[in-house]
């Protein structure tokens, strides 16, 4: 079965003693994205992947780039990047703190505004959800995340927004057991949610074995390239 990696970045930087943790160096999140490109990785969005009705018809090597809160720095920074070398990008937005900052974890970091989303060129940004309140859904009723999904749709719908049917789990966290997760699941397909992504750290083979478990590669500030590269040849399982 074919490998297909999905990275998973938060906030960039110009600040390189910042870039530790969720945030990155935007001087090294380039040098990632130009080791993608001369090792002649194909980035995709997920809607992309209809397209292939085989594993056999899927190049060899093959990834997705996601970014979660859409801050404004991803924008300044790191679209430029994608532009500039000819790759895409899926960007997951908690609706409700758009134009705003990310108080969810008591932070001031600004995200980008409807102005600014609806800027990014759908060529190369893909843009998802990563539901409306970023709050963790193994800690709601299937009521509130209905409800969730609701306050989504009209944002999505008042807002004339072109958003995938994809949605970043906030922290990567959903029920992973029993009734909570059949209730779930059951609840992303009536949403018409098409892909679920959690972290978990491995590499996924394509295609998916569950679409609503799917896992991404949580690539760190301090991550040297070799530890990159690491990561996306065998996630989790190289440490």
């Given at each position: 079965m074919p490998k297909l990696p999905i990275l998973m970045y938060h906030s960039v930087t110009t600040q390189s003693n910042e870039s530790h943790g969720l945030?990155?160096?935007?001087?090294?999140?380039?040098?990632?994205?130009?080791?993608?490109?001369?090792?002649?990785?194909?980035?995709?969005?997920?809607?992309?992947?209809?397209?292939?009705k085989s594993a056999q018809e899927f190049p060899e090597k093959s990834v997705i780039i996601t970014f979660d809160d859409v801050y404004v720095n991803q924008l300044e920074l790191a679209y430029p990047l994608f532009v500039k070398h000819d790759l895409k990008a899926c960007f997951y937005?908690?609706?409700?703190y758009v134009g705003g900052v990310n108080t969810w974890d008591k932070g001031t970091e600004p995200i980008?505004?409807?102005?600014?989303?609806q800027s990014l060129s759908s060529d190369v940004i893909e843009l998802g959800l990563h539901s409306f309140a970023h709050q963790r859904y193994d800690q709601l009723s299937i009521e509130?995340?209905?409800?969730?999904?609701?306050?989504?749709?009209?944002?999505i719908i008042e807002n004339r927004l072109d958003i995938n049917n994809t949605i970043a789990y906030p922290?990567?966290?959903?029920?992973?057991?029993?009734?909570?997760?059949?209730?779930?699941?059951?609840?992303?397909?009536?949403?018409?949610?098409?892909?679920?992504?959690?972290i978990g750290n491995r590499v996924n083979t394509f295609p998916f074995k569950n679409h609503y478990e799917i896992q991404r590669l949580d690539i760190k500030g301090e991550d040297s390239l070799k530890v990159f590269k690491k990561k996306l040849k065998k996630g989790k399982s190289w440490f």
């Open positions: 945030t990155i160096d935007v001087k090294k999140l380039e040098e990632q994205l130009l080791f993608l490109k001369s090792e002649g990785y194909t980035t995709f969005h997920f809607k992309d992947l209809q397209q292939f937005i908690p609706f409700k980008m505004s409807v102005a600014q989303l509130t995340i209905q409800n969730d999904f609701d306050l989504c749709k009209n944002f922290y990567g966290k959903y029920p992973k057991t029993g009734e909570e997760q059949h209730a779930f699941f059951k609840c992303l397909k009536q949403n018409n949610i098409a892909y679920g992504l959690r």
